[in-house]
C-alpha cells in the first residue's frame, strides 16, 4: 500500500510539473561511437532512458537516468582471436543549458556511470549542442567517463520531451 501511494505521489508531481511552462521529461534513446584506445574494442553503444529539464529564460538544467551497452569487438591476432565482455552501464547526468536561438542551445554535463555487474563507477563529463523543436530533442556530444583509464565516445541521442 506505501509503495503505491508513494507512486501516486511522483505520478501527480510530474503531472503538475508537466503543465507548469518550462518543464519537460520524456523517454530518449542514444548512440555512442567510441573514440582512443577503445575504438578498436567496442562496437557502437546503444542506449535509452528517461530525461528531464527546466528552462529559466535562455537557461536551464537537465538530468537523466538511463542505460548504455556496447558490445565488444572480436581482436583478431597473428596467433589468436581476443574476445572481452561488454561494457554496460546506468549513467545518472545533471547538468545546464544555455539556449544560443530559441530551437538552438550547449549543454554541459556531468554525473556518473555505474558499471553493471562491478562495483565500480566513473566520473561523467560530457559537452554537447542540440536542436529543441517543440517536443522533439536531437543532441551531439562528446561524452568521457573517468577512473583509471578514460573511456570517450561521441554521441547522438534523440528525445520527446512532454
Same mark, same amino acid.
Given at each position: 500500500?506505501?509503495?503505491?501511494?508513494?507512486?501516486?505521489?511522483?505520478?501527480?508531481?510530474?503531472?503538475?510539473?508537466?503543465?507548469?511552462?518550462?518543464?519537460?521529461?520524456?523517454?530518449?534513446?542514444?548512440?555512442?561511437?567510441?573514440?582512443?584506445?577503445?575504438?578498436?574494442?567496442? /562496437?557502437?553503444?546503444?542506449?535509452?532512458? @528517461?530525461?528531464?529539464d527546466i528552462?529559466? #529564460?535562455? !537557461?536551464? $538544467? =537537465? &538530468?537523466?537516468?538511463g542505460?548504455m551497452?556496447?558490445?565488444?569487438?572480436s581482436?583478431v591476432?597473428?596467433?589468436?582471436?581476443?574476445?572481452?565482455?561488454?561494457?554496460?552501464?546506468?549513467p545518472?547526468?545533471?547538468?545546464? /543549458?544555455?539556449?544560443?536561438?530559441?530551437? @538552438?542551445?550547449?549543454?554541459?554535463?556531468? #554525473?556518473? !556511470?555505474k $558499471? =553493471? &555487474?562491478?562495483?565500480?563507477?566513473?566520473?561523467?563529463?560530457?559537452?554537447?549542442i542540440?536542436?529543441?523543436?517543440?517536443?522533439?530533442?536531437l543532441?551531439?556530444?562528446?561524452?568521457?567517463?573517468?577512473?583509471?583509464?578514460?573511456?570517450?565516445?561521441?554521441?547522438?541521442?534523440?528525445?520527446?520531451?512532454?
Amino acid at each position: 500500500m506505501k509503495n503505491v501511494f508513494l507512486i501516486s505521489l511522483l505520478l501527480s508531481v510530474f503531472a503538475s510539473a508537466a503543465q507548469v511552462k518550462g518543464f519537460g521529461f520524456g523517454p530518449y534513446v542514444e548512440a555512442g561511437w567510441p573514440t582512443g584506445n577503445y575504438e578498436q574494442s567496442l /562496437k557502437t553503444g546503444i542506449g535509452a532512458g @528517461l530525461g528531464a529539464d527546466i528552462r529559466l #529564460g535562455k !537557461a536551464g $538544467f =537537465t &538530468g537523466s537516468i538511463g542505460y548504455m551497452h556496447f558490445a565488444w569487438k572480436s581482436i583478431v591476432t597473428e596467433n589468436e582471436i581476443v574476445c572481452g565482455g561488454p561494457l554496460n552501464a546506468v549513467p545518472i547526468r545533471a547538468g545546464f /543549458k544555455y539556449r544560443l536561438a530559441p530551437a @538552438l542551445y550547449i549543454k554541459l554535463e556531468s #554525473g556518473v !556511470a555505474k $558499471f =553493471t &555487474g562491478k562495483r565500480e563507477s566513473a566520473l561523467i563529463f560530457s559537452p554537447g549542442i542540440g536542436v529543441r523543436i517543440l517536443g522533439l530533442d536531437l543532441q551531439a556530444k562528446y561524452e568521457i567517463w573517468k577512473r583509471e583509464q578514460s573511456f570517450s565516445f561521441l554521441g547522438l541521442k534523440a528525445g520527446f520531451n512532454f
